[in-house]
């Protein structure tokens, strides 16, 4: 089970910024974590709130395993936002699914074994067919 993103208007001024700690004044743009029931807090859900520009710098952070907003639909509350709000929403959402695709280092990892272990066979593979003539 994944997070649940949400992007909303600021109610009040009370709400930190997980990413940075400041306040996020009320009426402001603010994207939401939802951790959703946890177990061992008695089913309770986590909520976290981020600026708008923190919110995707910490999912640049995250493990590649790690849900994260890579396009609009991933993103909830879209539709109660004002049009130019959406259209900011809709950059950084663009901006950062291009610097996050291939940047997984457990991909690249896994990628790199798989690109070694396949020289290494095609070496012992060109070994063998030289011995055999």
Known sequence: MGYKYVVSY?????????????????????????TGPIAQFNDHSIVNHFHLKHAFDTMQRALCSSKVVLKRQDLEGLAALKPQD????????TTFSRTRRGRCSRHKSVRKSKIRKSKSKSKSKSKSTKRDH
């Open 86 to 93: 959406r259209i900011k929403v809709g950059r950084q959402i």
């Open 10 to 34: 600021a109610p009040t001024s009370r709400a930190r910024c997980k990413g940075c700690g400041k306040n996020i004044a009320r009426g402001a743009l603010r994207v939401s974590r939802d």
